[in-house]
């Protein structure tokens, strides 16, 4: 099956119709293949979960091989926005393609990904008009807080993790989006990893997977 973006899929090992799907979204520089390895591992456990690890729309600014949801580079805040919102166009429509080809529901799918990967998903799903399951955020930030806080429409659930010693996107962004959140009428999961730099530690796949196991399955 194809899709608007080129993505890495791993079907459900179940081999039947997917109980449900998550999307994961790489970070700057990265690719579909870098986030599906967290997909293979949730895999084992989410049978019945269909994974779609999409490739960014477009090439990254600063790495040939890699991609970007949005330039970062150079760019000020009103650009940084103005770019992540056509990024959010493109990931809203791959979930309608993920709803659609595979007779899911908005309830059946969880998004979510690595630093730039988690921006996005975060932006993209607070604002859907058809509400998806969940949020799963790794090392990332709100991308405009006064944007998004205009533009509430649905209530996920969400979990957002984060290493403390992360020099790319420092962990004080976790306790925005918490702050956020919070504010919001909100309830969010999230942790902060002890010694942790910019990465997903194994302590954070764990606690994503149980996220995912409590409310897709």
Request: overall charge positive; some cysteine.
């Given at each position: 099956?194809?899709?608007?973006?080129?993505?890495?899929?791993?079907?459900?090992?179940?081999?039947?119709?997917?109980?449900?799907?998550?999307?994961?979204?790489?970070?700057?520089?990265?690719?579909?293949?870098?986030?599906?390895?967290?997909?293979?591992?949730?895999?084992?456990?989410?049978?019945?979960?269909?994974?779609?690890?999409?490739?960014?729309?477009?090439?990254?600014?600063?790495?040939?091989?890699?991609?970007?949801?949005?330039?970062?580079?150079?760019?000020?805040?009103?650009?940084?926005?103005?770019?992540?919102?056509?990024?959010?166009?493109?990931?809203n429509k791959l979930i309608d393609e993920v709803i659609r080809k595979n007779e899911l529901k908005g309830e059946q799918i969880?998004?979510?990904?690595?630093?730039?990967?988690?921006?996005?998903?975060?932006?993209?799903?607070?604002?859907?008009?058809?509400?998806?399951?969940?949020?799963?955020?790794?090392?990332?930030?709100?991308?405009?807080?006064?944007?998004?806080?205009?533009?509430?429409?649905?209530?996920?659930?969400?979990?957002?993790?984060?290493?403390?010693?992360?020099?790319?996107?420092?962990?004080?962004?976790?306790?925005?989006?918490?702050?956020?959140?919070?504010?919001?009428?909100?309830?969010?999961?999230?942790?902060?990893?002890?010694?942790?730099?910019?990465?997903?530690?194994?302590?954070?796949?764990?606690?994503?997977?149980?996220?995912?196991?409590?409310?897709?399955?």
């Amino acid at each position: 099956m194809s899709y608007s973006l080129n993505t890495t899929i791993l079907d459900p090992l179940s081999k039947g119709k997917p109980k449900n799907a998550v999307i994961l979204c790489h970070g700057y520089g990265g690719d579909g293949k870098d986030i599906s390895l967290l997909a293979s591992y949730w895999r084992t456990y989410l049978p019945e979960t269909l994974f779609i690890c999409p490739d960014a729309p477009e090439k990254c600014a600063v790495s040939s091989s890699g991609f970007q949801w949005f330039d970062l580079m150079d760019q000020t805040r009103d650009q940084i926005l103005i770019k992540s919102l056509v990024a959010e166009i493109k990931l809203n429509k791959l979930i309608d393609e993920v709803i659609r080809k595979n007779e899911l529901k908005g309830e059946q799918i969880a998004i979510g990904g690595f630093s730039q990967g988690c921006m996005i998903s975060l932006q993209t799903g607070i604002k859907r008009k058809e509400k998806i399951n969940s949020i799963v955020g790794y090392s990332g930030k709100i991308i405009d807080t006064n944007h998004l806080k205009n533009n509430i429409i649905s209530r996920p659930n969400i979990i957002l993790m984060h290493g403390d010693k992360d020099q790319i996107v420092p962990a004080s962004f976790l306790l925005e989006a918490k702050e956020f959140f919070n504010k919001n009428n909100y309830k969010i999961e999230s942790q902060i990893f002890k010694n942790c730099e910019h990465r997903i530690p194994s302590e954070g796949s764990s606690l994503g997977l149980e996220f995912l196991k409590k409310n897709l399955y």
